[in-house]
Structure formats: C-alpha cells, structure tokens
C-alpha cells in the first residue's frame, strides 16, 4: 500500500477512535446569541438565551453565553436558574505582581468610601441611599426630614428585593415622627414573562391609630413589558395581616395583596415610577406611589415623590386619606 494511502487510513482511524466534540449550538443559534448581546440591552439578551433554551439544553446556552464573555455567561446563568460559577482564581505570577507593585496597594477604608461616595458601586448589588425633607397632610401637617435605602441583588434563579424607610422629627421638644417601615421580597423567574414570589411588610408608627402592622404572603406575578426604558408588573398574594392596635389589641385577618409596579424612562436622565397597592382584609388599604427622578451624574439624582394612602376604615380621630409629598437627593449604587 502506497505511504501515503497508508497514512490516509490511519488518520481515519483516529479520527473515529477520538471521542465526539462537546455538543454545541448550530451556527445559526449562536449568531441569534451574538447579535443579542451585541445590542447591550441585558434584558434582550436574557429574552434570548430563555428562547433558545426552550429547544437546547441550559448549559449549552450558557456555555455559548460564556465565549462571548464572562460578564455574559453569567447573566446567562442567572436567567436560566442555573447555579452561578465561582470567579477564577488568580494565577500566581499575577498574585506575585499585586505584592511586588506598591501601587497595588488595597486602598485604606477612608480611600474606599471616599470612592464609593464619588462613583463606586458595590459588586452583586445594587441599591439607593436616599435623604431629604418631606412634607405631610391630611391626619397632620407637618415638615421633617426622611432617610431611605433600596437594595436589589439578583441571585442564581432568585431575585431579592429589599427596602428600609425610617422617618423622625421633634416638634418643640416632643416626638413629632417615629416611623419605621421595611419591605422584602423574594422572586423567582418562571419563563419569560411569569414569576413567583414571597413577600413581606412591616409597618410601625406610634404616633398613629396602631402600633405595628405586618402583612406576609406569596404569590404570582406577570410581566406585562420587560425592558430597561419600560417595566411594569402587576402581582397578586394572598396572605395573613396582623396589626397592633395603640390600645393593646391584636389582630389576625386573611388578606389579598394586588399590587403594580411601572417604570419608565421619559429620557437619558429622567425616570418616571409609578406604585399601587390595595390590601383587601380588614381594615384594607390602597397606597399609590408616584416619583420622579432626574440624574445629577452616574450615581447622583434628585427625586420628587409622591404617596397617597387611604384607609377604608380609619381608626377613630382619623381621616381616611394621607398624602406625603417627598424631596430627596439619591445616591445610587
């Protein structure tokens, strides 16, 4: 047999003896993928990814996400509920050459919030630190300062959303405000446009017709838009309400929380937010929420917000409207 026939035949050989390469996406799925990303919209490229597992296993999605960049693989991970990959380790010349260089230095803690006030931002979160002046009617009126903080981490298949509003004042030396009120809720995605979730509210203002109130529940949500410019999602929970009244009392009712939340960008730098909320139980409630916010710069905005709440059966000596009109700067992060 001819050398080079023999050679042929060999090669052949080896090739059916190699094991089959990973399996992969077609071509033309991985062009959908790139095109996607390319637009540097996170929320088409995660539309993407979901769509194209519906027909081709999660992980090779993810992995197809991944050779585009590392920052993709693991937004695509995340939107496809898989687990989230460890950072790679530093090799040792590069952990050699952080030690040598005295510019590596880790900055000091003064150094650190220093930059974090300027224009940082915290890894896996983010979040607004919020203060101003506020001003109420209705049951009172009356002018004090409020503090606030929002944090939202997106996690592996869940989501977390979180909030804290702690307002006081004195009013010629006797407590004018004492309010606290904290939020929280855990979402997980259920396809494309439904999600599930567990939600939590407490509620304490001493100077008011109760002490404490409680709300905790779960439920569905729908997506109605899902995109950067224009987000809106109405929810439904049903769950127990608990309160304590100024007198002493405890209630316990079964309860219907409806909720919406929309969000829009009329501009670059201006953000429109619309909530509502009713709380079908005893003693139900509707809150209607309405802010706006401008950017001052990458991380700084000024906001305006607005809150109507109305209590369908107000505690004795109170009305059943409030509204509460907020001015604040925002630190975001």
């Known amino acids: 047999m001819p050398a080079s026939l023999a050679a042929l035949a060999l090669a052949s050989a080896l090739s ?4 089959a390469d990973e399996p992969r996406l077609p071509d033309s799925l991985s062009a959908l993928l790139s095109a996607a990303h390319e637009t540097g919209d996170p929320e088409v490229f995660s539309q993407a990814v979901r769509l194209i597992s519906l027909t081709h296993d999660a992980a090779i999605v993810a992995a ?5 960049s590392r920052d993709s693989g693991v937004q695509a991970r995340a939107a496809l509920g898989l687990e989230l990959m460890a950072p790679e380790a530093p090799d040792d010349d590069a952990l050699a050459e952080a030690r040598d260089g005295d510019a590596d230095e880790p900055a000091s803690v003064p150094e650190q919030a220093l ?7 915290l890894d896996n979160w983010s979040g607004r630190v919020r203060a101003g002046v506020r001003h109420d009617s209705g049951n009172v009126d009356r002018h004090d300062y409020s503090l606030g903080l929002e944090v939202t981490r997106a996690l592996a298949g869940w989501g977390f959303v979180g909030a804290i509003d702690y ?6 030396g006797a407590t004018g405000r004492d309010e606290l009120i904290t939020r929280a809720r855990g979402e997980r995605e259920r396809g494309e446009r439904w999600t599930n979730f567990l939600d939590a509210r407490y509620e304490r203002d001493r100077l008011s017709g109760f002490e404490w109130k409680t709300f905790m529940g779960g439920g569905i949500g729908y997506r109605v838009y899902a995109r950067d410019a224009l987000s809106w999602t109405l929810r439904a929970a049903p769950g127990v309400r608990r309160s304590r009244l100024v007198t002493g009392d405890t209630n316990t009712f079964g309860a219907l929380d409806l909720a919406s939340d929309f969000q829009a960008s009329l501009t670059d730098s201006m953000r429109f937010t619309a909530n509502s909320n009713l709380l079908l139980t005893d003693g139900a409630q509707a809150d209607q929420t309405l802010s706006l916010a401008t950017a001052l710069g990458a991380v700084w905005s000024l906001e305006l917000r607005y ?12 009305t059943n409207g409030d509204s509460r009109a907020d001015f604040s700067i925002v630190r975001e992060f």
Do not use: I
């Not at 059916?16 to 094991?19: F, K, L, Q, R, T």
């Not at 809150?307 to 109170?318: I, N, V």
């Open 307 to 318: 809150r109507y709440r109305y209590q369908f059966e107000p505690e004795p000596g109170f």
């Open 16 to 19: 059916a003896a190699a094991p």
């Open 167 to 172: 307002n006081f004042s004195e009013v010629n």
């Open 115 to 121: 930059a974090f006030l300027a224009n940082g931002r």
């Open 64 to 68: 197809a996400a991944g050779d585009l």
